[in-house]
């Protein structure tokens, strides 16, 4: 099947710094790729699509400011969480739309960021 | 509107009992997917089958079966035999075939399996 990686798996950073996640598509290309958070014993979120070579699209609420998408390449997406504050604290997790036809999404282990 | 309903947030059961997982979705569209994946204690999210609204049949992959009854708007998920390692947290998505890419996540349901 279709693999996904992402790093780094775990950060901590203190309140205030930058975090860039990266999120590939090892065996497959993906023009679409997406951005999901996920809190506690809670679902998956959408967070924003990201296009290759275009804008990424961002769900209503998420601050597209704070939350910089790059998907430069059909295999990289980035997230890039700006001057990162507690709240901020959640599971992320990328996933990539194998071209397939078929609709599958496949997604990457996921990041545990920490912001103290 | 796409909706999808996990109405059991958790389970519990003794390895070898037989377990179902609820999935009810509501959508308009005509044509869409379902999707179940499986997320254990590390956070992976693995995917597990796809059915499109076409295709009605029922599939069974080792222990995992699954029901899709477009009559009553249900994707339901049955593992035989439960083991200790079918312990995680099983989502149930729906994807609408012109709504743009993104999944929709039911709330998941919680399954333990205890030895």
């Known amino acids: 099947g279709a693999v996904v990686s992402q790093h780094p798996s775990r950060v901590i950073c203190k309140s205030g710094t930058s975090v860039k996640i990266e999120c590939r598509s090892l065996?497959?290309?993906?023009?679409?790729m997406f951005w999901y958070r996920q809190f506690p014993k809670k679902s998956l979120m959408l967070m924003a699509t990201?296009?290759?070579?275009?804008?990424?699209?961002?769900e209503q609420g998420v601050e597209k400011d704070k939350f910089l998408i790059n998907h430069a390449s059909l295999t990289l997406s980035t997230l890039t969480v700006t001057s990162a504050h507690p709240e901020d604290s959640s599971f992320y997790i990328c996933?990539?739309?194998?071209?397939?036809?078929?609709?599958?999404?496949?997604f990457g282990p996921g990041t545990r960021l920490l912001v103290l | 509107a796409q909706k999808v309903t996990q109405a059991q947030t958790e389970i519990s059961v003794v390895e070898k009992e037989d377990v179902t997982l609820d999935c009810v979705y509501e959508?308009?569209?005509?044509?869409?997917?379902l999707f179940w994946y499986k997320q254990p204690p590390s956070g992976e999210l693995v995917f597990l089958i796809r059915?499109?609204?076409?295709?009605?049949q029922n599939e069974i992959s080792g222990r995992y079966s699954w029901n899709f009854q477009k009559s009553t708007s249900s994707f339901n998920f049955t593992i035989t035999a439960s083991q200790v390692v079918d312990s995680a947290v099983y989502f149930c998505?729906?994807?609408?075939?012109?709504?743009?890419?993104?999944?929709?996540f039911g709330k998941g349901t919680s399954l333990l399996v205890t030895p």
């Open positions: 996933s990539a739309r194998d071209q397939d036809g078929q609709e599958t999404q496949y």
């Open positions: 065996d497959f290309q993906a023009t679409t």
């Open positions: 990201s296009n290759e070579g275009s804008k990424a699209t961002y």
């Open positions: 959508t308009r569209d005509t044509t869409y997917y």
């Open positions: 059915r499109n609204s076409f295709d009605e």
């Open positions: 998505a729906l994807k609408v075939a012109y709504s743009g890419y993104a999944l929709n």
